[in-house]
């Protein structure tokens, strides 16, 4: 290994080429990645996460915006911090006439650099959980008036739905009780009651921003009102077991007259307690 | 040892072709057809890979994982057993806890001759004998089988394929149990699809009491036919 540093020889006209290579892909990839967002900023507005994962619920549109917050703070004082990294690595470069000094003195204007970023993170802390705190009390800590209650019960390796029927009460005779299937009204406040026949599962769906775990012996009470008619994943978002991930559901958010024909529907096949083909 | 020598490794443009080719002549001479032929039974241990995390490599099944006993069952009853699985025929209903546990299984034999072949394989285990886990009397057991049962599932226990009845001699007395309870409150065999299930269901009610269900299932678990 017989190479010899170009800068060795001249006396050194800039930086080490592995400094060179790192700040060049540091800064490419920061241009991407902030052209991408600004994009998509401009392109998007408040809709960013929505053009990549349609936003269903009523609470879908309040959960992107605290993530768009974290990401927007985490994401601006990360290139912060990256640019004032390579700026110091630019002007303490190895040039002729300067020797390496290290820095170690009781100096004013090097307590600015710790104090300055710490209570910027505490005010950046304070914006966030301020943000955070409200949304989660509006999506997990309290709920508008049900207009139908439904019970989700996971078990390995799947999930059964007992919907109300049509008057519109749970554990009555005309229940609806279904596997991997949901169906719900659109524009409604729909209550539901989570349980675990075994381990924790966890009730997640995508569309709705909605994510809750089904803890085994406790029946957990969540929310959500869906915005848009259509149909829609559910996952199990907790590992709980070999089948975990073959234990995806669907949801049919479904306007008055679908609704009320799937009520009828069922209701005439009663009888029939038979499921679908899983293909 | 001289370096320069192992550069004489490389002889050249040609040395390098015709290497290439040997090396590509020995691929393609793995996929021949005599090849595949020996390839199937690989085949058949890729798909059992997965039943394997329940019902165990022999077959031998797992009781806590509610994975019973399946190896040397006749082949066409387990390809039917998994057809009604696909199509939510069994294992569909919502109380049947074990069966919902094996229905996203299927998912994993979505190609159109997965489920033959992994039939097959099961039925070329040998059925895995394991103690009773019950209290039941033998004796009791036997005497309602011959009177009950035999005529479909037969004297021996081993089923009657033409009837699409399984073998039941060494099956798990406790998955026994569970299933003639499934059968009697109609969580398996009461699907309108399910012509076999509509035959079990009026023989599964017909049995007296826990006890004999019991004594049934003992009996058959440790059921040993004379094998043709």
Known sequence: ???????????????????????LTTFLGAVIVVGT????????????????????????GDIDFV????????????FASLFAFFVLLYQSRRRPGHKPEYLAKHDHQLHTWVSWPHWLVI?????????????????????????????????????????????????????????????????QVVHFELQSKDVMHDFSVPVFRLKQDAVPGRTIKGWFKPVK?????????EMCGIGHGLMPARIFVETPEQHAAFLEDSARNASVPGGQSIY | MNYTTITKFDRGPLARLLTGAGLAAALLTGCHPDQRMSASSDRQKQLYAYCMQCHQIDGGGHKLAAAPNIGGLDSA??????????????????DDAEGLRMRPMLRTLAGTDDIKVVAAYVASMSTVYSP????????????VYQASCASCHGTEGLG????????????????????????RSGVRGADPRDAQGAMMRPMALGLADEQTIRDVAVYLSQLKPKEI
């Not at chain 1, 017989?2 to 800068?7: C, F, I, T, V, Y």
């Not at chain 1, 008619?229 to 978002?237: E, L």
Request: hydrophobic share 45%; charged share 20%.
């Open chain 1, 1 to 23: 290994m017989a190479e010899q540093h170009p800068s060795h020889e001249s006396g050194g006209i800039g930086w080490q080429p592995l400094a060179r290579s790192v700040f």
């Open chain 1, 37 to 60: 967002v600004l994009f998509y900023i401009f392109a998007g507005g408040e809709d960013l996460i929505a053009r990549l994962i349609p936003a269903n619920s009523s609470f879908a």
């Open chain 1, 67 to 78: 993530i768009l917050v974290i990401a927007g703070i985490v994401g601006f004082w990360f």
């Open chain 1, 123 to 187: 005010a950046c802390d304070l914006i966030i959980i301020i943000v955070a705190v409200k949304v989660w009390h509006q999506v997990k800590q309290v709920a508008p008036p049900a207009d139908t209650v439904i019970r989700v019960v996971a078990q390995q390796w799947g999930w059964t739905f007992r919907h109300p029927g049509t008057d519109n009460k749970l554990d009555t005779v005309d229940d609806i009780v279904t596997i991997d299937r949901l169906h719900v009204p659109l524009d």
């Open chain 1, 229 to 237: 008619a259509g149909a829609f994943d559910i996952q199990c978002a």
């Open chain 2, 77 to 94: 009853y387990v390809e039917n057993q998994l057809n009604k699985w696909r199509d939510g025929v069994r294992g569909a209903h919502p």
């Open chain 2, 132 to 143: 009773p886990s019950l209290y039941g009397d033998q004796e009791k057991g036997g005497k």
């Open chain 2, 160 to 183: 009657n394929q033409a009837m699409m009845s399984p073998r039941l001699a060494g099956r798990n007395d406790w998955y026994l149990v569970t299933q003639l309870h499934k059968f």
